[in-house]
């Protein structure tokens, strides 16, 4: 997709300028451009897609413990299902379904009371034995766990393929992206955001949507708002190809050690692991030596998976908050500075219906989904609401 870099023109005035040109900034472009906001802006600090949307592992799913996720699950899912349509892009969804590996009494009890939230908001999961979740995906060992649970209308599917056609069809729709284009102040008047500085200049807007991943609580720091946003490195791996080819199996997690795996391409597996050593910060390189508890996880719950070769890999950042939930809304104390942040690992899967939530926030309608428990200012009182089925 050809995108106008920093040498392009600046406009002069926005009616809205977005912060940020991951998954989120470009669903939230394309929303607003389509519901006729005429002047739409764009900016990423680098390319599109270049930070935690270049690199998260593509999972789709509405299987959580808070109903507010589950609610943007489901309706992003049907928004992924259906997004050949509208915007208009092949993303490479595969509907294979998620099966989390549950290894304790605890575990289970856990999702039971999960399950049961979401069976009644209409999502269709379950608890599975061991016996059918090896069935489901045959590498992993079925005397290792207890149960599992399983979704089948979860899946996976291709984050650089959906950030490109949001912007492709925002642009279709009039708004402009700029790329090689950092924000670096917001400019404000009597508690209301009046402009946006870069290296080309200024542009004067009456609204701000930071949408800058682990980069934003700089950007609310800019307007005096906190974002507790902090940058944490993941990392995953490629076997390559394998023979003989994997079976088609679902997004695999272990609760437990976060060891997960699915498809990757028609003869290869994406394998990852969240790294209890790793400390936060904004380092995105890849380093081999997180494979060593990988393969430790994956010898007690899938052994098959602790021996094979890879072939190489990369680190990207979660932008994670204290309750692993994210960050939604508009700052009480500076007008029209919004912000969609802090996803801790879901904002892809939530893209979709995020958009929608503050294309209506912008407008003053009412939201899709109710994201008021989701403020940054929740952590003012006793407002947090761990999110238990985080990755």
Known sequence: MALTTAAGPLPEYADAVIVGGGVIGASIAFHLAEAGVEKVLLLERDRPGSGSS???????????????????????????????????????????????????????????????????????????????????????????????????????????????????????????????????????????????????????????????????????????????????????????????????????????????????????????????????????QFTPEWLAPFRAAARRRAPALGELPVTGGWAGLYEMTPDCNALIGEAGDVSRFLYATGFSGHGFLQAPAVGEVVRDLYLGATPPIDVAPLTADRFAGHGARPEAHII
């Open 54 to 284: 270049g690199k998260p592992i593509g999972g789709v799913r509405a299987q959580f413990s808070d109903p507010v996720n589950i609610r943007l699950g489901q309706r992003s899912l049907e928004a992924w299902r259906g997004f050949a349509r509208r915007p208009g892009a092949d993303v490479g969804l595969e509907s294979v379904g998620y099966l989390f590996l549950l290894g304790d009494a605890e575990e289970v009890a856990t999702f039971e009371r999960s399950i049961a939230v979401q069976n009644e908001l209409g999502v269709p999961s379950r608890l599975v034995t061991p016996r059918e979740a090896h069935g489901l995906c045959p590498y992993v060992d079925p005397g290792s766990f207890v149960a599992a649970a399983f979704s089948p209308g979860d899946g996976w599917a291709l984050p650089a393929a959906a950030v490109a056609g949001y912007l492709r069809a925002a642009r279709r729709h009039g708004a402009t992206v700029l790329a090689d284009c950092p924000v670096t102040a917001v400019d404000t008047a009597d508690a209301a955001v009046t402009g946006v500085r870069t290296p080309l200049g200024t542009v004067r807007t009456g609204t701000v949507i930071c949408c800058a991943g682990a980069w934003s609580a700089a950007v609310g720091a800019m307007v005096g708002v906190g974002l507790p946003v902090t940058p944490l490195r993941r990392q995953i791996a490629f076997t390559g190809p394998l023979r003989p080819a994997p079976p088609r199996i679902p997004f695999t997690l272990d609760l437990d050690s976060t060891l997960y795996f699915h498809n990757d391409g028609a003869d290869g597996l994406l394998v990852g692991l969240s790294d209890p050593r790793q400390e936060p910060g904004f380092g995105r």
